[in-house]
């Protein structure tokens, strides 16, 4: 019963003796290896955080706020800010903690996410508030956490995916969303992919299957959607979607790309997920190598293309949701909460 019932509240029944699921109408008896199941589920979605050092209790237990820094007293931030932990958290909500010292490079930090969360070193950007972290100061110095005078251990950076800068010129590009049949379905099944255009928290149009809708802007001729592009003998499917980058609308900041089931309930269960991202007119692939992890919900946040300057870039997301084509409202509460975050 996805989302039927809350995974917790299923394993505290389990543990006092409540064989029964409780999911109205069921009435089904739940034994020990689905108890092992729902215990395995909980521990991937919420993983117990790593015991601490015994230096960092330590450093914990005498860490006191800096104070105003003395002019001219470049150590003065180091000598007050201890060892600790940080916490590197991605848009799709997944995170990790990272010990925290002021001598640590920006670059050892990226290589711990690296290994923590699955990320390649190289494609993350790393951000505090309005701040990024860059591996180099404008000097040319390599950049530690100590030089960032608002990291104090407990605080929280954001790690953005980038996954490829728009070159200057490409003008027509494809997006390929592609997939297998769920596991163990006799049928075939789809996912739908839709494309959501907007500007400062507000949607400005989306697309999907069935066309586009927009408000106030004109968006057709900028894209085209394939549909749901299928194949019974290699159980696979795709969608793909083209952008004319060169039509879009100057309004547009950021253009998200979702994918969402339509009759299998979990998206997890339709193996072989992967985005491509190709120029149209010389098939070059630019981008081959994004492999999501599908949660167990009805969809996902792929990616989105944000406008810097005078470009764009493709950062990767996989955040889950819940709704579908059919049902919008969910989809848009999480890219508004996207939307809302300003790095």
């Known amino acids: 019963h996805p989302q039927?019932?809350?995974?917790?509240?299923?394993?505290?029944?389990?543990?006092?003796?409540?064989?029964?699921?409780?999911?109205?109408?069921?009435?089904?008896?739940?034994?020990?290896?689905?108890?092992?199941?729902c215990r395995g589920e909980l521990s991937y979605l919420f993983p117990s955080p790593p015991n601490p050092t015994a230096a960092a209790l330590e450093a914990a237990a005498q860490f006191r706020p800096p104070g105003p820094r003395a002019r001219g007293d470049r150590r003065s931030h180091e000598r007050h800010v201890s060892v600790g932990f940080m916490v590197a958290t991605l848009l799709s909500g997944e995170n990790c903690r990272i010990e925290f010292d002021p001598s640590k490079t920006i670059v050892q930090v990226k290589q711990e996410i690296e290994r923590s969360l699955r990320v390649n070193a190289r494609k993350q950007k790393l951000f505090f508030g309005e701040t990024e972290l860059t591996e180099n100061s404008r000097r040319g110095k390599i950049s530690t956490l100590g030089d960032y005078r608002e990291l104090v251990p407990g605080c929280t950076i954001?790690?953005?995916?980038?996954?490829?800068?728009?070159?200057?010129?490409?003008r027509h590009a494809e997006f390929d969303l592609h997939w297998s049949y769920p596991y163990r379905s006799?049928?075939?099944?789809?996912?739908?992919?839709?494309?959501?255009?907007?500007?400062?928290?507000?949607?400005?149009?989306h697309c999907d299957f069935r066309g586009t809708s927009t408000s106030g802007i004109d968006i057709d001729p900028a894209i085209e959607h394939s549909g749901g592009i299928v194949d019974n003998r290699s159980r696979s499917g795709r969608n793909v979607i083209t952008l004319d980058f060169d039509a879009i609308p100057r309004k547009v900041k950021s253009i998200y790309f979702t994918l969402s089931t339509c009759k299998t309930p979990r998206i997890d269960l339709f193996p072989d997920l992967q985005m491509s991202f190709t120029d149209q007119e010389t098939g070059q692939e630019l981008c081959d190598d994004y492999v999501m992890n599908?949660?167990?919900?009805?969809?996902?946040?792929?990616?989105?293309?944000?406008?810097?300057g005078g470009g764009w870039h493709v950062e990767g997301i996989g955040k889950h949701t819940a709704g579908s084509v059919f049902n919008y409202k969910p989809i848009r509460q999480n890219l508004t909460e996207l939307e809302?975050?300003?790095?």
């Not at 599908?294 to 810097?308: E, L, M």
Request: hydrophobic share 35%; aromatic share 8%.
């Open 340 to 343: 809302r975050k300003r790095y």
């Open 158 to 170: 954001q790690v953005h995916i980038q996954l490829l800068e728009i070159p200057a010129g490409l």
């Open 186 to 205: 006799k049928f075939r099944d789809y996912l739908n992919a839709s494309v959501h255009f907007y500007r400062d928290g507000q949607e400005l149009a």
């Open 294 to 308: 599908p949660p167990a919900s009805r969809g996902i946040i792929v990616c989105k293309i944000q406008k810097t």
């Open 4 to 37: 039927g019932c809350c995974l917790r509240c299923v394993v505290k029944l389990l543990e006092s003796d409540h064989k029964i699921c409780p999911y109205p109408g069921c009435g089904q008896m739940m034994d020990d290896k689905f108890e092992k199941l």
